[in-house]
């Protein structure tokens, strides 16, 4: 599932980008890899999602909806 359609506090794992090389190097740069533990913050039905990366004890991100599309991510056992 797409992060925009996973459920709100909910610990996730991203298990695929589908985009291209530029995409990828922009979530690097943010600091969001593949296999790492996010929690998508709250749930709305527009704007930007926010998620916390759990690996990393980060801040918050935002990140654009269309963004949020290509990060595919599953439920974290």
Same mark, same amino acid.
């Given at each position: 599932? @797409? /992060? +925009?359609?996973?459920? &709100?506090? +909910?610990?996730?794992?991203? *298990?695929?980008? #589908?985009? $291209? *090389?530029e995409?990828?190097?922009?979530? /690097? &740069?943010l $600091? /969001? #890899?593949?296999?790492?533990? %996010?929690?998508?913050? =709250?749930? +709305?039905?527009? $704007?930007?999602? /926010?998620?916390?990366?759990? *690996? +990393?004890? @980060? @801040?918050? %991100?935002a %990140? =654009?909806?269309? %963004?949020?599309?290509?990060?595919?991510?599953?439920?974290?056992?």
């Open positions: 599932m @797409s /992060l +925009t359609d996973a459920p &709100a506090n +909910t610990i996730l794992k991203i *298990s695929s980008i #589908h985009s $291209g *090389s995409v990828r190097k922009k979530l /690097l &740069a $600091g /969001l #890899h593949i296999d790492d533990n %996010l929690m998508k913050v =709250g749930r +709305t039905k527009w $704007g930007p999602v /926010l998620v916390k990366n759990l *690996s +990393t004890d @980060s @801040s918050k %991100l %990140l =654009g909806r269309g %963004l949020a599309e290509k990060i595919n991510v599953e439920y974290e056992n």
